[in-house]
């Protein structure tokens, strides 16, 4: 894909999340992988490739299903690799997009988990 955004203003947009204590981070040797998100809404979640298949993201997801009733995300269409993940763990596909409302310009899903109530 390419950079929307330069350096610094990604930097500032993780301070933001970073300052509010919206970011959770795994660690061994380095990090590992992370979850940033504002409230209920997961802005991203990343597991580096060596670490994938571990149940890692895994946790961090249920870390936030802890701290919350419902999560919502967007990812690609094309990402079927991460719909396959959320998908496994509740979430459920609320809306599509042509993309025109998103900074890569890239057709999108709205996927949302919920708790159950019971």
Do not use: C
């Not at 990604?10 to 380095?30: H, K, M, P, S, Y």
């Not at 802890?66 to 959320?86: I, P, V």
């Amino acid at each position: 894909m390419p950079r929307l955004h330069t350096r610094a203003e990604e930097i500032a947009f993780a301070d933001r999340l970073i300052a509010q204590n919206w970011v959770n981070v795994f660690e061994r040797t380095g990090i590992e992988a992370f979850i940033a998100r504002q409230g209920s809404k997961i802005h991203a979640l990343y597991v580096s490739s060596p670490a994938q298949g571990h149940g890692i993201g895994t946790r961090l997801l249920n870390h936030a299903k802890s701290q919350n009733d419902t999560l919502e995300l967007w990812t690609f269409q094309k990402n079927l690799r991460a719909q396959q993940f959320y998908t496994r763990h509740g979430f459920i596909e609320k809306s599509r997009t042509d993309g025109r409302g998103n900074d890569e310009k890239l057709p999108d899903i709205l996927l949302k988990w919920q708790r159950n109530k019971g």
